[in-house]
């Protein structure tokens, strides 16, 4: 690795001195390792809410065989996934909601090795119809009732959530009523913002907690918005940017700029929401992504070639930059929000070049390989490569252990069995 690669990654990467431990809890010295990553601390996610029916047994035989493929190759890239809580959806008949479901599909997910968020808690789109006939009172208890319920719920599954959606937006959202714009526009965006959050970290004190919003058309009033929430104690862990680019990709120098506007809140940065279409692009001067209604989006291969590339130069933006911690694409197959080809797989089951360049650069350049190394007489041998999990093996035996950026500096002592 050359000097200048390590410089541009020395944030995601670190160096430990482990010491081998046999089962007899002698020192395994003198003798052959060999050390490999087995996942990054990175969270490279894809938002994948077709996962459910297939989690839960739902899918004929022809549905069933397409969906093992398309997850087959989602496992091999990704270690993060954003599933779906929209409330109306989670629960359309009050007091029905729809957790046996979502949690069959966070175990599955967990047993694959997937990190896992929760989106959104608190959102104005797709609120409950039954929340219009309510005080503002009851909606806002309620909506908190919603918020403990869920976290208590899925407390070890789910430790990652979007407890606030486009709260910027949200007293001033004007196309449906809705419940949740009705008690935000009463108390203001900074009060629901402090007590969603105040009830989240009450549910599940460990987990981490994000404000999510897009900014392409209001970068201004999030980072406002973010200031005051900061200023009002609310206990946010991470800010959340959608990056949705049907309308062309941002660039390196916009997306810099981002980043380097909300990096001046010295807190961890995810962008949630990433999408770069491969296909013709949606005419600027649409405001409201989801006013754009076509009967059919077809992916091109002069749009696959652009998506790739423009994916690339995306990823490597944001991996350079030492507050962001998570990437999240949406969606991994064409044709989900939007209709828009979006996705890592086509709508008849072909990877589109963007899989493969990603995957050079996430399981590739991003990821330590495997080395042999040769313990000294104390049974010590020095690691270093991308923070994540490892493993060790020697004798016939194996051990995991962490590369981690707050212990980077302490020896770990890896019991091999």
Known sequence: MNIEYYKKYEHRMGSRKLKLIGQDGKPIANTEVSVGQTKHQFLFGCAEFSSIPFANNELNQEENEKAKWIFENFFDLFNYVTLPFYWSNFENVKGQPDTDRLKKTAQWFKTNGCTIKGHPLCWHTLAPSWLLDMTNAKILELQLDRIRREMRDFTGLIDIWDVVNEAVIMPIFSKYDNGITKICKNMGRIRVVQETFSAARESDPGALLLINDFIYTSIDAYEILIEGCLEAGVPIDAIGIQSHMHQGYWGVERTLEVLERFSRFM?????????????????????????????????????????????????????SHPLVESITWWDFVDGQWLGAPTGFVTQDNRLKPIYEELYKLIKKQWWTETVNKVTDENGEVTVSGFFGDYEAAAVGMKGKFKLDREEERKEITVPLK
Do not use: C
Request: zero cysteines.
């Open 267 to 319: 807190l961890p940065i995810h962008f949630t929401e990433s999408t770069l279409v491969s296909g013709h692009t949606m005419p600027h001067g649409i405001v409201d992504f989801n006013d754009y209604v076509i009967d059919n989006w077809p992916s091109t291969t002069e749009g696959e070639e652009r998506q790739a590339r423009e994916a690339v130069l995306h990823y490597k933006t944001l991996f």
